[in-house]
């Protein structure tokens, strides 16, 4: 089984900073993707990047500019540096990873969440 733990959630007041992290262990043969989604209250839940294992990103229109993903080599991590924080990016922030199990077998999977709050 694949486990996605994400770490670096909190409160910041608006105009801050925060870097997530996500960190993928377990039945990993290959990482095709990795990337951040997220969901305010009363929303549906909404991509905020990814990353692919060419090094590859996508980013929402939402917060292009001033979010960075990145991975490290292995991509059995991704990071999500947001700066310049407004309320709007109050959120739950998900990490999402499409993996191969094995060489025939793919799956997606979530983490559980890390709860981030821009607010005075």
């Known amino acids: 089984q ?19 992290s996500c960190a993928a262990s377990g039945s990993i043969f290959r990482v095709i993707s990795m990337g951040w989604y997220r969901q305010a209250p009363g929303s549906e839940r909404e991509l905020v990047a990814t990353i692919n294992a060419g090094g590859a990103t996508n980013y929402a229109d939402s917060v292009k500019g001033r979010s960075t993903i990145s991975r490290d080599n292995a991509m059995n991590t991704v990071y999500l540096q947001m700066n310049s924080l407004k309320p709007e990016d109050t959120a739950v922030y998900y990490c999402n990873a499409y993996i191969y199990s094995d060489y025939t077998n793919w799956d997606s999977y979530w983490g559980q969440g890390t709860q981030v709050t821009v607010s005075s």
């Open 2 to 20: 694949v486990h996605l733990v994400e770490s670096g959630g909190g409160l910041v007041q608006p105009g801050g900073s925060l870097r997530l």
